[in-house]
């Protein structure tokens, strides 16, 4: 199973809005609604931030947004923040009835 | 408050057997099932596998098969990841997640260096 494919990293000044893309096949992010997305900052465990392509567990600020159009999710961050600073991962089920992750995407504030 | 508590550190020589323990508390622990997944360093996230706390049902990565077994201790609420002939391939940061997917609370890690 080949890791989902993200961009390396991304950008945005304070206050706008970025998204992160995860590219993977039929058999794994565009035949299930099983995508998540995760945070990680250096030195910490990675933390839950979407679920199910669209899902924000509680505590988690709206201003994270998830979607999925064919075999690509995505991240969205609006009203960028200094704290939004991180590593993203994209996660999704598999037809092995297996995850895959993504390669992760380093979110530079600028 | 749910926790997932690992074991420290570990250093191995190649070819040798590590094995990661993982104590939950806070939730009823035969109602998730725990994943592993570990990180190289500077590197990603890569999914190792998963445990049925209910049943002790296995999935694992291909990548892993043969070499990974995954157990739970349901009398202290406790899962395990044990992994053998290791490589310098395999210095990682280990972790446990609850949950098959979508994993909502995480281990501390455990770093696990191979190193001769």
């Known amino acids: 199973q080949s890791a989902l494919t993200q961009p390396a990293s991304v950008s945005g000044s304070p206050g706008q809005s970025i998204t992160i893309s995860c590219t993977g096949t039929s058999s794994d992010i565009g035949g299930y609604n099983f995508v998540s997305w995760y945070q990680q900052y250096p030195g910490e465990a990675p933390k839950l931030m979407i679920s199910d392509v669209s899902n924000r567990p509680s505590g988690i600020s709206n201003r994270f947004s998830g979607s999925k159009s064919g075999n690509t999710a995505s991240l969205t961050i609006s009203g960028l923040q200094a704290e939004d600073e991180a590593d993203y991962y994209c996660?999704?089920?598999?037809?092995?009835?297996?995850?895959?992750f993504g390669g992760g995407t380093k979110l530079t504030v600028l | 408050q749910v926790q997932l508590v690992q074991s420290g550190a570990e250093v191995k020589k190649p070819g040798a057997s590590v094995k990661v323990s993982c104590k939950a508390s806070g939730y009823t622990f035969t109602n998730y099932g725990i994943s592993w997944v570990r990180q190289a360093p500077g590197q990603g996230l890569e999914w190792m596998g998963w445990i049925s706390a209910y049943n002790g049902n296995t999935n694992y990565a291909q990548k892993f098969q043969g070499r990974v077994t995954m157990t739970t201790d349901t009398s202290t609420s406790t899962a395990y990841m044990e992994l053998r002939s290791l490589t310098s391939e395999d210095t990682a940061v280990y972790y446990c997640a609850r949950d098959r997917s979508n994993n909502d609370y995480w281990g501390q890690g455990t770093l696990v260096t191979v190193s001769s």
């Open positions: 996660s999704s089920y598999t037809s092995s009835d297996t995850q895959v």
